[in-house]
T-cell receptor, first 114, second 114 residues
Framework: DTAVSQTPKYLVTQMGNDKSIKCEQNLGHDTMYWYKQDSKKFLKIMFSYNNKELIINETVPNRFSPKSPDKAHLNLHINSLELGDSAVYFC?????????????FGPGTRLTVL | KQEVTQIPAALSVPEGENLVLNCSFTDSAIYNLQWFRQDPGKGLTSLLLIQSSQREQTSGRLNASLDKSSGRSTLYIAASQPGDSATYLCAVFQWGTGFQKLVFGTGTRLLVSP
């Protein structure tokens, strides 16, 4: 299936741990994003990568580090997890070409920090 | 700073009603506007994308309009069905030198009862 996929779907961990979330798209897109949806369901952009280069970092703590090994993958590594990091994290991608093309979202990763 | 607001926050209607969901944004310098649907515990599904030069888009029972000058968009759902129950999100796309991002609204939670 052509899609944006994320692993894992659920992640439960203790405060202070380091964890990673993986994202892959096989749509041939060259811009990928990470969004965070908080407990109030508000979605906010965290990072944007275009052809493996970071083009947005919306005041995200430096405990969060995106890693893009190639343009089909954008992983999110989180160090020293805190309770407030509990949220649903969504990966998305956009086709190449004009800005503002439709964004395609992954199914989300629900992170719970205990 | 772009702020996107959706009214109402929640809506409960009987099956068959025609609905209007509202979205307003504070900065009219947008490239396009996208309407999404999110089912509980799921990712986002794109419904309609309106370019800033367009006034409306239609897909089946859905019609979205855009008035960029007044900072408003509406999503019209005709003959609502229980399967339409979900949270509806609008998002405006902005881009400039070194950035491009989707700014999401606060969402409208819709419940259509049989």
């Amino acid at each position: 299936d052509t899609a944006v996929s994320q692993t894992p779907k659920y992640l439960v961990t203790q405060m202070g741990n380091d964890k990673s979330i993986k994202c892959e798209q096989n749509l041939g897109h060259d811009t990928m994003y990470w969004y965070k949806q908080d407990s109030k369901k508000f979605l906010k952009i965290m990072f944007s990568y275009n052809n493996k280069e970071l083009i947005i970092n919306e005041t995200v703590p430096n405990r969060f580090s995106p890693k893009s090994p190639d343009k089909a993958h954008l992983n999110l590594h989180i160090n020293s997890l805190e309770l407030g990091d509990s949220a649903v994290y969504f990966c998305a991608s956009t086709p190449p070409g004009r800005p503002g093309n439709e964004q395609f979202f992954g199914p989300g990763t629900r992170l719970t920090v205990l | 700073k772009q702020e996107v607001t959706q009214i109402p926050a929640a809506l409960s209607v009987p099956e068959g009603e025609n609905l209007v969901l509202n979205c307003s944004f504070t900065d009219s310098a947008i490239y396009n506007l996208q309407w999404f649907r999110q089912d509980p515990g799921k990712g986002l599904t794109s419904l309609l994308l309106i370019q800033s030069s367009q006034r409306e888009q239609t897909s089946g029972r859905l019609n979205a309009s855009l008035d960029k000058s007044s900072g408003r968009s509406t999503l019209y759902i005709a003959a609502s069905q229980p399967g339409d129950s979900a949270t509806y999100l609008c998002a405006v796309f902005q881009w400039g030198t070194g950035f491009q991002k989707l700014v999401f609204g606060t969402g409208t939670r819709l419940l259509v009862s049989p």
